[in-house]
T-cell receptor, first 114, second 114 residues
Framework: EPEVTQTPSHQVTQMGQEVILRCVPISNHLYFYWYRQILGQKVEFLVSFYNNEISEKSEIFDDQFSVERPDGSNFTLKIRSTKLEDSAMYFC????????????FGPGTRLTVT | DQQVKQNSPSLSVQEGRISILNCDYTNSMFDYFLWYKKYPAEGPTFLIS?????DKNEDGRFTVFLNKSAKHLSLHIVPSQPGDSAVYFC?????????????FGKGTLLTVNP
C-alpha cells in the first residue's frame, strides 16, 4: 500500500541553524501539507501546497519557513533560522484531490533545537 | 483556539466491549469530519470520516455518528480489541476554503484491556 515517507526521523540542530525536512508524498496525490505537534499539544496546520504553490498558510508559517517541491516526488519544509520553540514533531501529509478529504500522514520528523 | 474539542484525555475499556470516543466542535463552517488513530512514534492513520450531510457512517467495527445541531460527533468501536489501544484524534475540515486543512482535537488515549 502506498505511503507517505519522511526523512530524517530525528533531527537535532542548534538554534539559528537552517534545517530541511523531507517528505515523499503518495505519488498520485495532488495536495500536500505540513503539520506540527509540539509535545503535549495539538497537531497544528502549517501550510498547504497545490499546483506548485502555497495555497494556504497558518500564522505559525512566518518568513522563517518555506516549502518546495523541487522535483516530481519530494516535498520539503525549510526552517531558515531555527528557534528553541520550533522543537516539535513535523508531519507531512498528502491528499488525492477533489472529492477526497482524507489526508495521509507520514511517520513524522522529530526536530530538536538546542 | 479550541474549534475542535476532545474533553476526555483518556478512556479505558475491556476487550470485547464498546469504546465510545467523543468530539465537539464550534465552527459551523466545518463540513467534513475525520477520525485518526496514532501509535507512539508514528504519524496519524486515517480511520473513518463523515460528511456533514450524513449522520452516520460505518466501516467494519468503526462507526462515526454526527449530530450537527449539537455540533457533536462520536466514534464507536465494537468490539474493542487490545490492538485498538492508541491515541484517537478527531479532526474537522472545510471552514469555507478549498484546501481542506485539518483542525485537530487534543486526542483521547484509548486503552483496551485484555
Amino acid at each position: 500500500e502506498p505511503e507517505v515517507t519522511q526523512t530524517p526521523s530525528h533531527q537535532v540542530t542548534q538554534m539559528g541553524q537552517e534545517v530541511i525536512l523531507r517528505c515523499v508524498p503518495i505519488s498520485n496525490h495532488l495536495y500536500f501539507y505540513w503539520y506540527r505537534q509540539i509535545l503535549g499539544q495539538k497537531v497544528e496546520f502549517l501550510v498547504s501546497f497545490y499546483n506548485n504553490e502555497i495555497s494556504e498558510k497558518s500564522e505559525i508559517f512566518d518568513d522563517q519557513f518555506s516549502v518546495e517541491r523541487p522535483d516530481g516526488s519530494n516535498f520539503t519544509l525549510k526552517i531558515r533560522s531555527t528557534k528553541l520553540e520550533d522543537s516539535a514533531m513535523y508531519f507531512c501529509a498528502s491528499r488525492p484531490g477533489t472529492g477526497h478529504y482524507e489526508q495521509y500522514f507520514g511517520p513524522g520528523t522529530r526536530l530538536t533545537v538546542t | 483556539d479550541q474549534q475542535v474539542k476532545q474533553n476526555s484525555p483518556s478512556l479505558s475499556v475491556q476487550e470485547g466491549r464498546i469504546s465510545i470516543l467523543n468530539c465537539d466542535y464550534t465552527n459551523s463552517m466545518f463540513d467534513y469530519f475525520l477520525w485518526y488513530k496514532k501509535y507512539p512514534a508514528e504519524g496519524p492513520t486515517f480511520l473513518i470520516s463523515i460528511s456533514s450531510i450524513k449522520d452516520k457512517n460505518e466501516d467494519g467495527r468503526f462507526t462515526v455518528f454526527l449530530n450537527k445541531s449539537a455540533k457533536h460527533l462520536s466514534l464507536h468501536i465494537v468490539p474493542s480489541q487490545p490492538g485498538d489501544s492508541a491515541v484517537y484524534f478527531c479532526a474537522a475540515s472545510g471552514s469555507g476554503g478549498s484546501n481542506y486543512k485539518l483542525t485537530f482535537g487534543k486526542g483521547t488515549l484509548l486503552t483496551v484491556n485484555p
